[in-house]
């Protein structure tokens, strides 16, 4: 999940002539770049004084995303309810959704491409797949037998605290996450039978997230849980987050390897 050391990691490692490919980064810089400009242009165009000039392309947008600095695909993905409240609708929520899991897909399939580049280009023994926490929504086979293939799945497991501080977080400062349809439906359908609402374009988005959080927290675990099973080995957030070197990583990975 977000939260329990993933990037911090690779951040260590990247001082050690790893490369870092971020899935979020890739998502965003090439895969739904298109759409996060068109968004971008979509609220310009509202502002009469901006439309003018963005008609007669007397400005540019551009997406200046980084790996330090998503927002503009958080911005993209946005919390489904009322517009008024900064809110999306119901349907194009789901269309931005569905954007995010085939571009998602697509990233992950590139890992072997920039395994290659990462040697070949840029001179990197080494490589880390910063892999977003919605990797286990995807239920695409040929994407976990080809990060298997190339690369050392490691789930990284958050503690009953880790667990109780993520979802503190997430309530303190909700943001925006992809949920597979039939979760969203019927989430969406019990919080407004809670709150006696009638239509999705009356929640209030934010409400919405840190009331759902929890419930997609949980029922996260048992997928991540089934690909490290299969697929791969799982670590604790506690002890990812001692690293501080590469020394101690790869010794965390032999002791996981050898038990």
């Known amino acids: 999940m977000s939260g329990v050391g993933k990037t911090r990691l690779a951040y260590v490692l990247r001082n050690y002539q790893w490369f870092h490919y971020s899935g979020d980064y890739r998502i965003g810089t090439h895969y739904l770049d298109e759409p996060i400009i068109d968004n971008l242009k979509q609220q310009v165009m509202q502002i009469p004084f901006l439309r003018d000039l963005l008609r007669s392309d007397s400005i540019h947008l551009a997406n200046n995303i980084g790996i ?44 072997p491409e920039f395994i290659h580049k990462a040697r070949n280009v840029y001179g990197y023994d080494n490589f880390i797949n910063d892999a977003g926490g919605s990797l286990c ?26 667990e109780k501080e993520l979802i503190e977080r997430a309530e303190t400062s909700p943001k925006p996450m992809y949920y597979q349809e039939l979760f969203l439906d019927e989430q969406l359908e019990v919080f407004m039978l809670e709150r006696e609402l009638d239509y999705v374009a009356t929640i209030d988005p934010n409400e919405f997230v840190r009331w759902v959080f929890p419930r997609l927290f949980y029922a996260r675990i048992p997928r991540y849980e089934a690909i490290a099973a299969e697929f791969g080995y799982t670590v604790s957030a506690s002890a990812i987050a001692k690293i501080k070197n590469e020394e101690d990583f790869i010794s965390m990975l032999t002791d996981v390897l050898e038990n």
């Open 68 to 111: 330090d600095n998503l927002s503009p695909l958080s911005t993209f993905l946005g919390k489904v309810g009322d517009p008024e409240l900064g809110g999306v609708g119901l349907k194009e929520f789901k269309r931005r959704q569905e954007l995010h899991r085939k571009a998602e897909i697509a990233a992950m399939k590139d890992v």
């Open 137 to 162: 929504e995807l239920e695409d086979r040929d994407v976990l037998e080809c990060l298997a293939e190339n690369t050392l799945i490691v789930y990284i497991k958050a503690s009953e605290s880790d």
